[in-house]
Structures are given as C-alpha cells and as structure tokens.
C-alpha cells in the first residue's frame, strides 16, 4: 500500500441539544475527519479530542496542528508502511493520542479496504450487532431529567448514564431509580469530585448502580483504590486508562472495577484491543466509551463493541442522539442494538454534500 497524502478535515456539526457534563457544555461538535488516500483504497479516521482541552489536555485545532507538522511527515519517512507500524513511527510525540488514534484508523482503514476486511473480522468481532446505552447530560430540573430518560427509554436504549456533578448528583440518580424501577443505570462524574467527597459518593450505593466512572482526577489512581474501600457502587475509570499499562496498573491497584475503552483516549483501535485483553486477563468487563463521534469514529466504535469482553452497554448511541445529519449513512437503533457494519474496512464512507457542507477546514499533506 502506498500512500500518496493525508487530507484532514475540520468538520462541525451543530448537536440536537446542548450536552452539558461536570466540565462544561457543548452545543457544536468540532471534530477532525482524516482521509488517508493510497494507491489501492482511501481510509478514513476521526479524532475524538475536544473543542476545547476540557476533558482532556487535547482540543480539536491542536490536534490537526500535530497532524500536519509532525504526525503525518513522520508517517511519510516509513518504508512499507501497515498500520501496526503507525503507533510505533509515532511514539517519539509525546501524548496527542486522539491525534494518532484518528491517523492509525485511518491507514488501518485504508489497508482493509483494499484487502476487503471489515473493521470487525480485524479486530476480532464475534457478535453483528452490540448492546447500546445512552449518556444523559447534567439538566436544568429532575422533571426535564427524567422527560429525556423516558424518551430514550422509549427508543429501546438498554442503559442510561447520567452526567453528575456536586448538587447533581443523589437527587437525580434517586429520582430516576423511583420513576423507572431497576432498569440499567450508571453514572459519569469526570473527575469533578475529591477524595474527600467519598461519603458524600456513598450516598449513590443505596441505589444499585451498574458502576460510578471516574469520579476523581485522572492522576488519582490512589484515590479512586481508596474510594473502591469507602463505597459499594462499583469503579468504572475513563480518562484515567490512558494505555494498556495504565489498565494493568488501576486494576493491579485495586482504582477500578470496570474500564470504559475509547480508542481516541488511548491512542488508536490496536491499543484498546490490548486494554480489552488485559481487562479480560483480569475479569474485568469492559464497553466503548464515545466521544460524540460522527458514523465515522461511530463504526469503529461499534466494531470494537463487538469484541468479547465487552460485557455492557456503551455509549455507542444512534447517530440521532447527537446529529440531525449524521457524515454517514445514520446509525439506527433496532432493539436496543446496533449493527455492526460488515463492508471492508469501516463499512460506512462519508457522503460527499454532507461532507462538505459541514467542513469548514480542510488541509492537504502530502506524502
Ligand atoms: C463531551 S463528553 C465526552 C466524554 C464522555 N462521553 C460520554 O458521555 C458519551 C458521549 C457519546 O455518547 O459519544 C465521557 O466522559 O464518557
Ligand atoms: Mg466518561
């Protein structure tokens, strides 16, 4: 496979309604869409990052900046580049692992396409179609909280999360535990609460959460294995697993009992498949954690839910759960489930007039 350039694409996509979690709200989607074009097929990979560097360091325009001035020429010095060779010509770049996550999907996509291998078969899929959650934002009262977990009760979803926060957090949880009875439910913290709050963290044990994620810093591996001593409710960590070490680490430490995988978070699709297999080294389950991603990042997603230790629920939601419009041909929900797409390489492409009606940057690098 030779690869002539990489084209990265600055999208945005208003969302359906504003998302608002512990570390602020976003109505507008900014993402990166890479295409990498080669000499037998065109792949394509989306960054996760951020807006802004508020769920982690990495935001949007940083990441197209390190794509283009580092990421992508240092690809273009690798002779007979696979994508198994992606992260390791990267690793000299210290972090920006949605950056690299997005370009290696990219070139594994390419190179599936070309060899007419869905994204699944490559990663070790064994179900075509995944169980799906849904993450619901922190809102302005309990009424309208439980107006929108009704409504994706409604379209089959087969868990709900809850966005917390100090002063949001028992009161909703209790809320939708009275109205809705033992259905699947979590919450997601993002690190908005301190090791001294685990009292007031144990306030959620009466109510028989699936798992509480990452309620303390994502350097507070400590915290969170003392926490694990203080409250019931299993530990689901997120932005703290950001590789395989880090996952060996938290569970070895006893920080977690369950692992939200995001490929972007952890630097591309091969990473979290070896997070998959240490977590199921382990016992520990697993599910795909999302970072609002168009079908692009969505396919991939759902490809890697497929795997076998993915035990729960992800958020890999319908496209509708974010976009009017989805870059792709729309990911539906039937029975609480999606499909995961069986066409080589990702199985989706995006459609050209959408594309382009919500890029407003695009850059060529050529190799
Ligand atoms: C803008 S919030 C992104 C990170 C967040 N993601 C979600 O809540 C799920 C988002 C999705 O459905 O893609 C998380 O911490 O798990
Ligand atoms: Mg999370």
Not at 147 to 158: C, I, K, M, P, R
Not at 211 to 238: F, K, M, N, S, Y
């Amino acid at each position: 496979m030779k690869i002539t350039g990489v084209e990265i694409r600055t999208v945005e996509i208003p969302l359906v309604s504003p998302f608002r979690t512990s570390f602020g709200t976003e109505d507008v989607r900014r993402a990166l869409l890479l295409r990498v074009v080669t000499d037998e097929a065109e792949g394509w990979g989306e960054c996760g990052a951020g807006t802004a560097p508020l769920y982690s360091s990495e935001y949007t325009d940083a990441a197209a900046d390190v794509l283009s001035r580092f990421l992508i020429p240092a690809l273009s010095e690798v002779r007979d580049l696979t994508p198994h060779r992606v992260a390791p010509a990267l690793t000299p770049f210290k972090g920006h692992r949605t950056a690299k996550a997005a370009l290696e999907a990219a070139v594994l996509d390419a190179d599936l396409r070309a060899r007419g291998v869905s994204f699944g078969h490559a990663l070790g899929a064994v179900r075509e179609s995944v169980p799906c959650g849904v993450s619901v934002g922190i809102m302005d009262s309990i009424p309208e909280l439980l107006d929108a977990v009704a409504a994706y009760l409604e379209e089959g979803y087969l868990r709900i999360k809850l966005k917390i926060e100090p002063g949001w957090d028992v009161e909703p949880v209790r809320a939708v535990r009275e109205r809705f009875g033992d259905i699947p439910l979590q919450a997601d913290a993002n690190t908005a609460y301190r090791r001294g709050d685990a009292g007031h963290l144990a306030g959620l044990d009466p109510f028989g959460l699936l798992l509480v994620e990452q309620p303390l810093a994502e350097d507070d591996l400590l915290g969170h294995a003392e926490l694990a001593r203080r409250i019931t409710t299993p530990i689901c960590l997120d932005e703290s697993i950001v590789s395989a070490r880090a996952a060996a680490d938290a569970i070895a430490l006893g920080a977690c009992q369950v692992v939200n995988i995001k490929p972007g978070r952890v630097g591309g699709y091969l990473e979290a498949r070896r997070i998959h297999d240490v977590c199921a080294a382990h016992d520990v389950p697993v599910w795909c954690g999302g970072m609002l991603e168009t079908g692009v990042g969505r396919a991939a997603n759902v490809a890697l839910a497929a795997l076998p230790g993915f035990l729960l629920p992800g958020d890999t939601s319908a496209s509708e759960r974010y976009y009017r419009t989805d870059v792709t041909a729309p990911f539906r929900l039937r029975d609480g489930h999606l499909a995961v797409p069986a066409g080589p390489g990702l199985g989706v492409t995006p459609i050209p007039e959408i594309l382009d009606a919500v890029t407003v940057a695009t850059e060529w690098v050529p190799f």
